[in-house]
């Protein structure tokens, strides 16, 4: 718990010079739309939804605006995030300064190169790409022409953030799918961005972005509303069977389909292609991608794999950020359980891109036993199968593993020592200490650590998603009319609660009772609870000890601490009801 404060202190510290930094800035106040803008955006050629209106609004208004914009734009795959993002671009050209878009691989390069292009037809925009497609003598004529301000949007890799890249006037950045950057590119890119607009795109941002966003460092705009005629993914979590295997990718093939099979070893990966042709028959079309492969080879297969001339592509992860194929419409994975949660969700958002149900099979190899945090993750995969997940698989990336460093490097680490919540409020709190303000006084938190059964068996309530509701509820309980309501509730909606569920609401009931008293700690050894106070109240231990007559033992050393005796045939739950109504000055209730 110390070395969390201090972590929280040395984070809240950096927090308030980030702060006086950001709002000493002076940005770039964009004008307002110009004909032109209207004319352009009335060219798109599909209807906006009222979300994507809203999120384009909100980024206009932070570009009007004279200090430097850090948004963040949060929409699952397929959503619309890059026509916005399209939009504050051309905006920012509007205005005679250029705009850098940062994805993390070479083939979303191109397709972003495309997608600007050809939005940007019959404008004088010029759109370019700085990625390994191009040549070092192509490259080196992008960067003069950057350097002289004759391109105005270029889209490129991490190549973008390397020394020899200037800009004549930036005056926008935007980087697309910030989860797959490396720190180090990320904090390069921060330094060559000092004083410009950032907008940052992402089905699932990561945790670190996530927590900063709802921190309130960063403001954030999200695309909730599904396109017309989408349905949702169909996820199957199972043990990998070739007969299964194949008998999905046959029914995909025929009704038209196209298929990606995700092996992400690139030692084995042509093996797996040829077990494929084993399953499957000459006459079907199987392709291979990977990040090994020459830039030449790889563009020409995903290029196949676009215009229908191979059917199965086995590939790497490389496909995370691919390029759109509405065609392609069943995904199988290999091995679902060593990938991470948000990049399990982007890979499967690879199809079900168009009007027709998509199939997506996670899995695992047969009588492999999983870690707890593996099964964790497919189960949440499984269960966010509608659209606007991408949201909800990010906070539940968050709870497993936890919120990071939200300045350095590290991406996950002491949230899961004290929970998201508390993370949270302890930050707020040491960033309150750090401007010079009273923080809000707030009960101490007690932990209780006794021999009681207290948890909701997934026998009783089955849905992972309603049970972390539960246990929220359940943990606000603060008196016994809380206590009465969530059990109240809990039989309308689940029937009977078992004795399990009973000995939660009693612990946390009874936690935040001992928290009121300034307990900070509650903990059993062999047949005696210990209470261990912020400071010993006399009053409070003499009305102990006058009421447990011979139960009750002070201990004031270093870290002083009040033993009461469990009684034998006594449950020792009740023991702490009884000690903690007696230290309040409270009449114990009758059995």
């Not at 010079?17 to 110009?34: C, I, M, S, V």
């Not at 800009?167 to 490396?182: S, T, V």
């Not at 050894?525 to 261990?532: A, H, K, V």
């Amino acid at each position: 718990r110390a070395r969390v404060k201090k972590a929280v202190k040395d984070m809240a510290d950096e927090l308030i010079k980030l702060y006086a930094k950001r709002e000493a800035a002076q940005g770039y106040a964009f004008g307002p739309d110009t004909d032109w803008q209207n004319d352009f955006e009335r060219r798109f050629p599909y209807d906006e939804t009222d979300d994507q209106l809203r999120c384009i609004r909100e980024i206009k208004d932070d570009m009007e605006k004279p200090s430097p914009m850090d948004r963040l734009l949060c929409g699952d795959v397929g959503f619309g995030k890059t026509e916005v993002a399209i939009r504050a671009a051309f905006k920012c050209v509007m205005d005679g300064k250029q705009c850098a878009v940062l994805v993390p691989t070479t083939i979303l390069a191109w397709q972003h190169y495309q997608t600007f292009r050809k939005r940007m037809e019959g404008f004088p925009v010029k759109v370019d790409i700085l990625s390994r497609f191009r040549t070092p003598r192509e490259q080196e004529q992008v960067l003069e022409e950057l350097r002289r301000g004759q391109i105005d949007i270029v889209v490129g890799t991490h190549r973008l953030v390397q020394k020899d890249v200037k800009f004549k006037d930036l005056g926008l950045c935007i980087i697309d799918e910030e989860q797959r950057f490396g720190v180090k590119h990320k904090e390069s890119f921060k330094e060559m961005r000092n004083n410009v607009d950032v907008l940052t795109l992402s089905a699932t941002p990561i945790p670190r972005t996530l927590n900063m966003a709802m921190s309130g460092i960063r403001d954030m705009s999200t695309i909730e509303e599904a396109p017309q005629d989408r349905q949702p993914v169909q996820t199957y979590v199972m043990e990998h069977e070739w007969p299964v295997i194949a008998e999905a990718i046959r029914r995909e093939l025929s009704r038209g389909g196209q298929v990606y099979y995700l092996h992400n070893r690139v030692e084995n990966i042509e093996s797996t292609a040829g077990r494929l042709r084993q399953w499957l028959g000459e006459d079907v079309a199987i392709g291979i991608a990977h990040g090994k492969m020459a830039e030449r080879e790889l563009s020409s297969v995903m290029q196949q794999m676009a215009d229908g001339e191979i059917q199965v592509l086995v590939c790497t992860t490389i496909i995370e950020t691919g390029i759109d194929i509405p065609n392609v419409n069943t995904l199988i994975i290999e091995d679902a359980d060593r990938l991470g949660l948000s990049q399990l969700y982007q890979i499967r958002g690879r199809v079900g891109r168009s009007s027709r149900r998509a199939f997506a099979y996670l899995t695992v190899t047969k009588g492999k036993a999983l870690t707890d945090v593996a099964t964790k993750r497919l189960e949440a995969i499984r269960e966010f199968t509608t659209f606007g997940s991408g949201f909800r698989i990010a906070m539940r990336d968050l709870e497993i593993r936890g919120a990071g460093n939200i300045l350095g490097a590290q991406q996950h680490g002491h949230m899961e020592a004290v929970g998201y919540e508390m993370y949270l409020k302890m930050l707020s709190e040491a960033v309150a200490v750090a401007k010079g303000e009273k923080p809000e006084v707030q009960n101490t938190e007690c932990l209780v650590d006794i021999r009681i059964g207290a948890h909701i068996p997934e026998d009783y309530i089955e849905s992972l998603p309603q049970r972390i509701d539960i246990y929220k509820k359940i943990a606000s309980v603060e008196n016994e009319k809380d206590a009465s309501d969530i059990i109240d509730e809990l039989i309308d909606r689940f029937g009977t609660p078992p004795d399990a569920v009973k000995g939660l609401v009693d612990v946390s009931l009874l936690r935040n009772m001992a928290a009121g008293l300034g307990i900070r700690e509650i903990s059993q050894r062999t047949d005696s609870l210990l209470f261990y106070p912020e400071t010993v109240d006399m009053q409070a231990a003499s009305r102990l000890a006058a009421g447990l007559k011979g139960r009750v033992m002070l201990n004031a050393g270093a870290k002083p601490y009040l033993a009461v005796k469990v009684a034998k045939g006594e449950k020792p739950v009740d023991t702490m009801r009884l000690a903690l109504t007696m230290m309040a000055g409270e009449t114990p209730a009758a059995k």
